[in-house]
Antibody
Framework: EVQLLESGGDLVQPGGSLRLSCAAS????????MNWVRQAPGKGLEWVSC????????YYADSVKGRFTISRDNSHNTLLLQMNSLRAEDTAVYYC??????????????WGKGTTVTVSS | DIVMTQSPLSLPVTPGEPASISCRSS???????????LDWYLQKPGRSPQLLIY???NRASGVPDRFSGSASGTDFTLQISRVEAEDVGFYYC?????????FGQGTKLEIK
């Protein structure tokens, strides 16, 4: 069964850092681009970042560019999101989502259950 | 950045009746390959989003054929031929022609 399991969400102070992980199973992780999508409490979906299968190309939303870094460890089937300089507006459930393609990020057919990040003092 | 505008934002529907959700993009989503780069996602209550439609009109695996998508210029439509109780939730369109990808505000479908 194809599965994605996020972890690492926590309560963190403004200006702090956090690293999210997404463990993939049931498919050839190294063959697909992967995304992070977030949802603030009571709000809609916001695309955050994407990384192609090889890890050589990454993309970011303007709201996180320069603060967040997406990466992947294909040998351990893991997607990562390093989040620095966190702000209150980064508070959200963070989902990882699998693309259907190796070098483009849309057609996100598999989603994890999400991990919650709360930025507050 | 491309802005996606959905309507209506709330859609009460009687079971068995059809439903239609519109999504308008601020720029063309038409690729040179002839495809419109638009996905539709459904987020059921308390659940993660799920893919319904990709490239504006292609149903994802396992999606019932009562769901269909269409495009006309920068206007996109998700249609449900006969709404069932399990279809309740928030529906989102998402453009994928340009980074950063962007979602519409979401349309809440509820049963009358």
């Amino acid at each position: 069964e194809v599965q994605l399991l996020e972890s690492g969400g926590d309560l963190v102070q403004p200006g702090g850092s956090l690293r999210l992980s997404c463990a993939a199973s049931g498919f050839t992780f190294s063959s697909y681009a992967m995304n992070w999508v977030r949802q603030a409490p009571g709000k809609g979906l916001e695309w955050v970042s994407c990384i192609i299968n090889s890890g050589t190309t990454t993309y970011y939303a303007d709201s996180v560019k320069g603060r967040f870094t997406i990466s992947r460890d294909n040998s351990h089937n893991t997607l990562l999101l390093q989040m620095n300089s966190l702000r209150a507006e980064d508070t959200a459930v963070y989902y990882c989502a699998k693309s259907a393609y190796h070098n483009t990020c849309y057609n996100m057919g598999v989603w994890g259950k999400g991990t919650t990040v709360t930025v507050s003092s | 950045d491309i802005v996606m505008t959905q309507s209506p934002l709330s859609l009460p529907v009687t079971p068995g009746e059809p439903a239609s959700i519109s999504c308008r993009s601020s720029q063309s989503l038409l690729h040179s390959n002839g495809y419109n780069y638009l996905d539709w996602y459904l987020q059921k209550p308390g659940r993660s989003p799920q893919l319904l439609i990709y490239l504006s009109s292609n149903r994802a695996s396992g999606v019932p054929d009562r769901f269909s998508g269409s495009a006309s210029g920068t206007d996109f439509t998700l249609q449900i031929s006969r709404v069932e109780a399990e279809d309740v939730g928030f529906y989102y369109c998402m453009q994928a022609i340009q980074i950063p990808y962007s979602f519409g505000q979401g349309t809440k479908l509820e049963i009358k």
